[in-house]
């Protein structure tokens, strides 16, 4: 059972350089989500998408885009990376209703020198 | 979205039960009250989550207070593998996304 994977697990990129982090869910579930945790601090909502199709801006989503083409696959593309986009990134996905829990991928730690 | 207050940190005994509170003074009477924890290099997993009745699961209890503006989160027997960060977090009906606090950092001590 995958549930969500994302991908890279680790990456080191150069300032100004674009760079798209992966995710995908086998759940079919209809909502996902990308979050940004950095050290000593909680996570933060980045970006989500309700449904296939449709996204919306979370509480930090300035530098980052994020598109739904389909179901399964969320991922976020940084345009120009600078320093304090590092962080470390989760993806999650839920099904939908109130009472449903997310599900979070293993996160991808991104260092922007 | 609702706020919710929790202690920065606790520490409790292996073995012992565990009391994690929340505060959300200012919830709604559609917020749905979720608790998830994060291990040490993972992402978060889901706890519980209650609307008003107390819920029990093969994880923890949770206590909802009778006007819902706290929560307690019931870990009965601790165990190393439940050292962690505690979110408690509310999520209204009709919106999908969660918004996380700072969360509360439970170390056990064998």
């Known amino acids: 059972i995958a549930g969500i994977t994302q991908a890279p697990t680790s990456q080191i990129l150069a300032a100004g350089r674009r760079m798209t982090l992966r995710c995908t869910q086998d759940?079919?579930?209809?909502?996902m989500y990308w979050y940004r945790q950095d050290l000593g601090l909680g996570l933060r909502l980045i970006h989500y998408?309700?449904?296939?199709?449709?996204?919306g801006k979370g509480e930090v989503p300035d530098g980052y885009s994020v598109s739904r083409a389909n179901t399964d696959d969320f991922p976020l593309t940084l345009a120009s990376a600078v320093p304090s986009q590092t962080s470390v990134y989760f993806c999650?996905?839920?099904?939908?209703?109130?009472?449903?829990?997310?599900?979070f991928g293993e996160g991808s730690r991104l260092t922007v020198l | 979205d609702a706020k919710t207050t929790q202690p920065n940190s606790m520490e409790s005994n292996e073995e012992e039960p565990v009391h994690l509170p929340c505060n959300h003074s200012?919830?709604?009477?559609?917020?749905?009250i979720h608790w998830y924890r994060q291990l040490p290099s993972q992402g978060p997993e889901y706890v519980i989550h209650?609307?008003?009745s107390n819920v029990n699961n093969r994880m923890a209890s949770l206590a909802i207070a009778e006007d819902r503006k706290s929560s307690t989160l019931i870990l009965h027997r601790a165990t190393l593998r439940d050292a962690a960060v505690y979110y408690c977090?509310?999520?209204?009906?009709?919106?999908?996304?969660?918004?996380f606090g700072q969360g509360t950092r439970l170390t056990i001590n064998p």
């Open positions: 759940m079919r579930h209809n909502a």
């Open positions: 209650g609307l008003t």
């Open positions: 977090i509310l999520r209204s009906r009709g919106a999908q996304k969660l918004v």
């Open positions: 999650a996905s839920s099904g939908g209703n109130p009472t449903g829990e997310l599900f």
């Open positions: 200012t919830i709604s009477g559609t917020d749905y």
């Open positions: 998408s309700n449904t296939a199709g449709t996204t």
